[in-house]
């Protein structure tokens, strides 16, 4: 059974840096992309960044690119999302994915597997 497991979301100001986490179990983890969307109230679940199997490739959207890295350890079945620079605007509910490819994880299309997400909540 996939689960993963996020962790490190919370309350941050404008300006400030937070690191999310995503434990990934019951997969061979080093086989899939991997990728971080997000979700704010009232709006429709977004593409924020992703990872090829070997982290080799990183993928982000327009308006985190600059500001966030996401990164793998195979060691640790984990991906992370660093976010620096974090806006208002970066408010969400951030849930970390597994699909077969990186490009496939651009759309909620194709995410495989979804994990229960983790508020992040930047104030101005």
């Known amino acids: 059974q996939v689960q993963l497991v996020e962790s490190g979301g919370g309350l941050v100001q404008a300006g400030g840096s937070l690191r999310l986490s995503c434990a990934a179990s019951?997969?061979?983890?080093?086989?899939?992309?991997m990728g971080w969307f997000r979700q704010a109230p009232g709006k429709e679940r977004e593409f924020v960044a992703a990872?090829?199997?070997?982290?080799?490739?990183?993928y982000y959207s327009d308006s985190v690119k600059g500001r966030f890295a996401i990164s793998r350890d195979k060691a640790k079945n984990t991906v992370y999302l660093q976010m620096n620079s974090l806006k208002p605007e970066d408010t969400a509910v951030y849930y970390c994915?597994?699909?077969?490819?990186?490009?496939?994880?651009?759309?909620?299309?194709?995410?495989?597997?979804w994990g229960k997400g983790t508020l992040v909540t930047v104030s101005s």
């Open positions: 990872i090829s199997w070997n982290g080799g490739s990183t």
């Open positions: 019951g997969l061979t983890f080093n086989t899939y992309a």
């Open positions: 994915a597994r699909g077969n490819t990186v490009v496939a994880l651009s759309s909620v299309y194709g995410v495989a597997y």
